[in-house]
């Protein structure tokens, strides 16, 4: 049986789940049972107003929602999520007559859609590129967390090497630059590569650049 949004656990950061939104019963349970025959863990929601009492922003996995529904549609829950900055990939289900809004939804960011009657196999890999597709990207925020958290644990004056070592700038430039010894750039630098984590130039300048805000 389909748990219920109370019995939703909090998500650890390895833990992807497929989430179903459909008001069909008979259609919620099939897709619960071909999915754990897989493999994967799902939890199916009845309405999208269901889906979105229980939705927070460290959701892992993938959706896949039923286009129309009574109440809230699927493309209006999908709104919703986008104002919301879900990052969870969707895949939506839809009937006869409904690709026209599907590709109007793919426009606007879901992954995917099938037709119903889907083939099983088909669903599946449609939900593992899903499923592949979140991994990646909560993979690259990871990063990129990690690679911010670390810059702000710089000094100023840490930082201020760092913006010249990243610049191309040597050593003797930089002392100049700053009006500090030789020496105490060394030292500088050294400390810069500790906190990074970094062995070389070239992975603290890929850390800085993974960090950097998008569109810099």
């Given at each position: 049986?389909?748990?219920?949004?109370?019995d939703?656990?909090?998500?650890?950061?390895?833990?992807?789940?497929?989430?179903?939104?459909d008001?069909?019963?008979?259609?919620?349970?099939?897709?619960?049972?071909?999915?754990?025959?897989t493999?994967?863990?799902?939890?199916a929601?009845?309405?999208a107003e269901?889906?979105?009492?229980?939705?927070?922003?460290?959701?892992?996995?993938?959706?896949?929602?039923?286009?129309?529904?009574?109440?809230?549609?699927?493309?209006e829950m999908?709104?919703?999520?986008?104002?919301?900055?879900?990052?969870?990939?969707?895949i939506?289900?839809?009937?006869?007559?409904?690709v026209?809004?599907?590709?109007?939804?793919?426009?606007?960011?879901?992954?995917?859609f099938?037709?119903?009657?889907?083939?099983?196999?088909?669903?599946?890999?449609?939900?593992?590129?899903?499923?592949?597709t979140?991994?990646?990207?909560?993979?690259?925020?990871?990063?990129?967390?990690?690679?911010?958290?670390?810059?702000?644990?710089?000094?100023?004056?840490?930082?201020?090497?760092?913006?010249?070592?990243?610049?191309?700038?040597?050593?003797?430039?930089?002392?100049?630059?700053l009006?500090?010894?030789?020496k105490?750039?060394?030292?500088?630098?050294?400390?810069?590569?500790e906190?990074?984590?970094?062995?070389?130039?070239?992975?603290?300048?890929?850390?800085?650049?993974?960090?950097?805000?998008?569109?810099?």
């Amino acid at each position: 049986m389909p748990l219920s949004t109370k019995d939703i656990p909090l998500h650890t950061e390895a833990e992807q789940l497929v989430y179903i939104v459909d008001d069909d019963e008979a259609l919620r349970d099939s897709l619960i049972w071909l999915l754990e025959s897989t493999g994967l863990k799902a939890h199916a929601f009845s309405s999208a107003e269901a889906f979105l009492a229980a939705w927070h922003a460290n959701m892992r996995g993938c959706l896949v929602l039923d286009i129309r529904m009574p109440g809230m549609s699927g493309l209006e829950m999908h709104e919703r999520l986008i104002a919301m900055h879900s990052a969870l990939p969707v895949i939506f289900i839809t009937g006869h007559g409904d690709v026209p809004m599907a590709v109007s939804a793919l426009k606007k960011g879901a992954v995917d859609f099938i037709e119903k009657p889907f083939n099983d196999q088909d669903m599946v890999a449609l939900i593992r590129n899903a499923l592949a597709t979140e991994q990646k990207q909560f993979e690259l925020h990871r990063q990129e967390a990690d690679a911010q958290r670390r810059i702000d644990q710089l000094t100023p004056r840490e930082r201020e090497v760092l913006e010249l070592i990243v610049a191309g700038r040597l050593n003797k430039q930089i002392a100049d630059d700053l009006g500090i010894s030789i020496k105490t750039v060394e030292v500088h630098r050294a400390r810069v590569m500790e906190k990074m984590g970094v062995n070389s130039l070239a992975e603290l300048v890929q850390h800085v650049m993974i960090s950097a805000p998008k569109g810099e």
